[in-house]
């Protein structure tokens, strides 16, 4: 089992969500059944496993339910039907109590439009969750130092969010939300308010951040260069309906259908390819055959951009190894070739 699973959760928004959901569950799209009764549908029949340590990225287009999603994980929203659970616990079964105790320690939340506290200072702020939680001054003052440290605003502790920029408040919230050392970081559109060069500072910093604290992410955006850049795998939501769940670059050499395609169709391949999406596997028992022993070696995780220029440079073909240094595969130019084709 997957540490959180989403099982058939369907959403229903209206004043009689069960007359709506027989149609959805006889099979009745979103259209059609805000025409019968008025009722729109947030999400339908979405099944998702997300497993610990990963950066899971929901994303589509406006409507297409991935906020409605990410709001079943806190409880902010209750499904018409289906379940969520993290690891092997049923957060739909929890009291009130319990629920704020589960929100409180098991999980982070990062907003788009930051929401911090504008009467605290940055260190108030990113200290309020372990100040929730019960830890005294100094020791929740300590833990708030480390992490303004670790986001780069070391010597801003004093100031106000409105004496800060955008990029500089995201910083903040991330920091408050790491702050409680939660198992969980939900974000909703984080980076979405920033500039394009703030942004892509801010997703390099997660990246740095998350290759070194292992959280479980669930990452909302509808941008696609984002979501191929931060995540592990992608879920593709349209109209509440799943669509796709895969890795980066499976999205990429195999979108499920046009709307996924469309998607894709303008994505610089030589950014999300890896070299053992493209290679041609050896058989069993030649991983460790001393066969075209000169040629450049890479390993299977080399971006496709950088394998272009290596092919360039030597005009041979690559061998590419895995973490145990067992040659996997070759790569020839026709093959770098046709993956940086569309």
Same mark, same amino acid.
């Given at each position: 089992?997957?540490?959180?699973?989403?099982?058939?959760?369907?959403?229903? %928004?209206?004043?009689?969500?069960?007359?709506?959901?027989?149609?959805?569950?006889?099979? /009745?799209?979103?259209?059609?059944?805000?025409?019968?009764?008025?009722?729109?549908?947030?999400?339908?029949?979405?099944?998702? /496993?997300?497993?610990?340590?990963?950066? %899971?990225?929901?994303?589509?287009?406006?409507?297409?339910?991935?906020?409605?999603?990410?709001?079943?994980?806190?409880?902010?929203?209750?499904?018409?039907?289906?379940?969520?659970?993290?690891?092997?616990? #049923?957060?739909?079964? +929890?009291?009130?109590?319990?629920?704020?105790?589960?929100?409180?320690?098991?999980?982070?939340?990062?907003?788009?439009?930051?929401?911090?506290?504008?009467?605290?200072?940055? +260190?108030?702020?990113?200290?309020?969750?372990?100040?929730?939680?019960?830890?005294?001054?100094?020791?929740?003052?300590?833990?708030?130092?480390?992490?303004?440290?670790?986001?780069?605003?070391?010597?801003?502790?004093?100031?106000?969010?409105?004496?800060?920029?955008?990029?500089?408040?995201?910083?903040?919230?991330?920091?408050?939300?790491?702050?409680?050392?939660?198992?969980?970081?939900?974000? #909703?559109?984080?980076?979405?308010?920033?500039?394009?060069?703030?942004?892509?500072?801010?997703?390099?910093?997660? +990246?740095?951040?998350?290759?070194?604290?292992?959280?479980?992410?669930?990452?909302?955006?509808?941008?696609?260069?984002?979501?191929?850049?931060?995540?592990?795998?992608?879920?593709?939501?349209?109209?509440?309906?799943?669509?796709?769940?895969?890795?980066?670059?499976?999205?990429?050499?195999?979108?499920?259908?046009?709307?996924?395609?469309?998607?894709?169709?303008?994505?610089?391949?030589?950014?999300?390819?890896?070299?053992?999406?493209?290679?041609?596997?050896?058989?069993?028992?030649?991983?460790?055959?001393?066969?075209?022993?000169?040629?450049?070696?890479?390993?299977?995780?080399?971006?496709?951009?950088?394998?272009?220029?290596?092919?360039?440079?030597?005009?041979?073909?690559?061998?590419? +190894?895995?973490?145990?240094?067992?040659?996997?595969?070759?790569? #020839?130019?026709?093959?770098?070739?046709?993956?940086? /084709?569309?």
């Amino acid at each position: 089992m997957s540490y959180i699973e989403i099982r058939n959760i369907f959403k229903i %928004f209206g004043p009689d969500p069960e007359g709506a959901l027989e149609l959805a569950r006889a099979g /009745s799209d979103k259209d059609e059944i805000l025409t019968k009764t008025g009722h729109t549908v947030g999400l339908h029949d979405v099944s998702l /496993s997300i497993e610990q340590g990963e950066t %899971f990225v929901v994303m589509g287009l406006s409507g297409s339910g991935k906020s409605t999603l990410i709001r079943h994980l806190n409880r902010l929203i209750d499904p018409t039907a289906g379940s969520v659970s993290f690891g092997g616990e #049923d957060i739909l079964a +929890m009291d009130i109590p319990a629920l704020n105790a589960f929100r409180r320690k098991r999980l982070g939340m990062v907003f788009q439009r930051f929401g911090l506290l504008p009467h605290r200072n940055v +260190m108030d702020n990113v200290a309020y969750g372990l100040e929730i939680q019960g830890t005294d001054r100094k020791s929740r003052e300590a833990a708030a130092s480390k992490w303004i440290e670790r986001v780069g605003l070391a010597g801003y502790e004093a100031k106000f969010p409105d004496q800060l920029s955008g990029g500089m408040q995201q910083r903040v919230g991330l920091a408050r939300a790491l702050a409680t050392d939660p198992e969980v970081l939900l974000m #909703d559109e984080a980076f979405s308010a920033l500039d394009p060069l703030i942004r892509s500072d801010m997703q390099d910093e997660l +990246m740095k951040l998350q290759a070194e604290l292992h959280k479980t992410i669930v990452f909302i955006t509808h941008d696609l260069d984002e979501a191929l850049k931060l995540g592990d795998r992608i879920a593709i939501l349209k109209d509440g309906k799943l669509v796709q769940v895969g890795r980066p670059e499976e999205i990429i050499l195999h979108p499920a259908d046009d709307y996924v395609q469309a998607f894709t169709r303008d994505v610089n391949r030589g950014r999300v390819l890896r070299a053992r999406s493209v290679m041609q596997r050896l058989t069993p028992g030649s991983e460790r055959s001393e066969d075209d022993s000169n040629a450049p070696v890479i390993r299977d995780d080399t971006r496709l951009e950088d394998i272009v220029s290596i092919s360039l440079k030597t005009g041979q073909t690559i061998s590419v +190894m895995d973490r145990d240094d067992n040659r996997v595969g070759l790569i #020839d130019r026709d093959q770098v070739i046709s993956a940086l /084709s569309r």
